[in-house]
């Protein structure tokens, strides 16, 4: 049976930074028979497809022709195998829930990726990150259909192509698939990773207490410095990191840090550096400024936030300023890191 196809539907409710824009045809799909048909649909008038998970990562900058896909495939199933839990989960499922499910199970590995917004579709295609964890870490396999065949498709790790918030979705598949889950490979034995800088800040804290430090208390740690850091996109509309962090030659990097002696930096394994894109706007003046209803977070530059009824075009045209003005000041081009639609 083909899903209810509603046209004209609002987006607003749909995207994180609360953007007002219009899918021209809407659908949600609950199974693999819901998305097969909606394929079909879209296919039969010609029109293009864009999947939906969270919207915590996307810039609606204007209305999207053809059928949104809203992928809301549930469903969660597991087997121990070798001391490790493999999971399978469905692309709708919460990234959050999943995390603290896996804790309450003993199943351990993601607490430092604690509340990231999204879906478990969505993070495989960003290889999501935070606090020294990767998705790509954990990463078995997904299965994606195929958007012209409908054909499922398995790819294992190394066909994922997994970088810095990158995988092979965003490049040489990208638009070809629909991810319909991802299997992750846990640990049943704690396997704590608290080197990051503000994670281990607490860990001390906590260690000095007398404190036994568990993939719990880490979890609650991670979301604790994430709920200081980050505004709450419920309540201060936002899509997360605005630009990605630059990776620079160490040619440059030397230059810079000559300049810039306190420019903090990290060695990637190539030589080249990696250098948080929030300092670099911080050091152009940028944060907290306002732009009408958009603002650079007052705490965290990286950030562009929607102070009420910021329009896409307007994110953009800040996005644009400060992407300049770190340009003309550091001569490192910033990517943004969210992906922009109906552009
Ligand atoms: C406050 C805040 C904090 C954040 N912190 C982090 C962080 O620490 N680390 C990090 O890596 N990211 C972070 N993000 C970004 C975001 O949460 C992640 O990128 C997340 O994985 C996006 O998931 P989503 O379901 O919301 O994706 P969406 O925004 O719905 O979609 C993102 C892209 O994936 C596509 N897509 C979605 N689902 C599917 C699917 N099933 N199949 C094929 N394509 C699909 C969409 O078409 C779109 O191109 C943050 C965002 C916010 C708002």
Request: glycine share 10%; proline share 5%; charged share 15%.
């Amino acid at each position: 049976m083909t899903p209810t196809i509603l046209e004209k539907v609002s987006l607003q409710s749909y995207n994180s930074l609360a953007l007002p824009a219009e899918a021209e045809y809407f659908c949600s799909v609950e199974n693999h028979s819901d998305l097969l048909a909606a394929l079909a649909f879209a296919r039969s008038r010609d029109m293009p497809v864009t999947p939906l998970g969270g919207g915590s990562n996307i810039v609606l900058a204007g209305d999207i022709l053809g059928l949104v896909i809203l992928v809301n495939l549930k469903g969660v199933s597991s087997r121990l195998e070798n001391g490790s839990a493999y999971i399978t989960f469905g692309a709708g499922e919460n990234w959050h829930d999943q995390v603290q499910h896996c804790l309450q199970q003993g199943w351990y590995g993601l607490e430092n990726l604690s509340l990231i917004p999204g879906n478990m579709g969505a993070a495989a295609i960003q290889n999501i990150g935070a606090y020294g964890v990767e998705l790509g870490d954990l990463f078995v396999s997904l299965t994606a259909m195929n958007r012209l065949s409908g054909e499922l498709v398995e790819f294992d790790r190394a066909a994922c192509e997994f970088g810095y918030r990158d995988s092979l979705f965003k490049n040489a598949a990208r638009d070809r698939y629909i991810i319909v889950d991802i299997c992750l490979g846990l640990s049943l034995e704690p396997q704590l990773n608290i080197q990051y800088p503000a994670l281990q800040a607490l860990v001390d804290q906590h260690l000095a207490t007398g404190a036994e430090i568990t993939p719990e208390l880490v979890s609650t740690m991670v979301c604790q410095i994430r709920r200081e850091k980050l505004p709450d996109p419920s309540i201060t509309p936002n899509a997360g990191s605005f630009f990605k962090n630059p990776v620079i030659s160490q040619a440059k990097a030397l230059q810079l840090a000559q300049q810039y002696p306190q420019m903090p930096r990290y060695a990637q394994a190539n030589g080249d550096s990696k250098v948080p894109a929030g300092w670099l706007i911080e050091q152009c003046g940028f944060k907290g400024l306002q732009r009408g209803p958009v603002a650079v977070h007052q705490d965290q530059a990286l950030v562009l936030v929607n102070l009420g009824g910021a329009s896409g075009a307007q994110v953009l045209a800040l996005g644009e300023e400060v992407r300049t003005a770190v340009l003309e000041h550091f001569e490192i081009a910033l990517e943004i890191e969210p992906r922009v639609y109906g552009a």
